[in-house]
């Protein structure tokens, strides 16, 4: 067969509500899609309001070029026109699978179908997943800050990255949130952490300080400081200690004192 004939029979059989034609229907596009086309078998299975089938085809695309950014988004718009999340969480997750961030991240933040609000907030794994490993973990504080999610950034900080709090906090800031809820996402992580990672603490403090923001980390350093795990030596009590220090108010002189 020619191509036209090829993708009119593969129409054909996608106009029938047949199980079995459906299946054909794949095999076709998974076998001869060299030959039909790749936009061309899209246009056909979106023509006959295919989407399971199109989804179907699609992953089989995914697993046979994993490094395809573009047949990668192709299918994870179509996994969200069919309600599957659980698709896209996996694809986001996946290493071995290429897209480009900022388009899946585009796509998270338009509305499911039927609904208003962005699609991550019904389900924020997939934007975790993508800012995780893209290190946009700013971007992705500031987005669930400004719909009001900083319970499933904490759970990130606490459960998945607690490595990442510079950034969180960075993006957090950036976007103008409260110092009181800033210090709520730090709370949690107690000294154990800085036995774990001797930057995380220099790193904190650093991007306060870059904001002129040093302030917001007081309650965490003092609860820190007073902390039973903490080493009374070492190099993360005196992180913690020069910092406290320079929050510290100055002292008057003796002409201040005399005045």
Known sequence: MSPA????????????????????????????VDRLGHAQLVNSFEATNSRVGLLCYLSSRVSAKPTDAATTLEYLQAAKRTGRADEIERITRDLSVTYEPQAVLAML?????????????????????????????GQMAAMLYEHNKLAHLKLYLTRINPGRAPQVVAGLLDAQCEASRVVEMLMPLVPKELLKDATLAPRL??????????????????ALADHRDLPEEGGERQVVMEALHKLEPPKKGLWGLLG
């Open 109 to 137: 933040k338009e509305p499911a179908e039927g609904g208003d609000a962005p699609s991550f907030l019904t389900d924020p794994r997939p934007l975790i997943n993508v800012c995780d490993r893209f290190e946009l973990v």
């Open 5 to 32: 004939e090829g993708l009119l029979v593969m129409t054909t059989l996608l106009q029938s509500s047949s199980p079995t034609a459906m299946t054909k229907a794949l095999s076709i596009a998974r076998a001869h």
């Open 205 to 222: 403090i650093s991007v306060c300080e870059e904001r002129e923001r040093l302030e917001v980390l007081h309650p965490w350093l003092s």
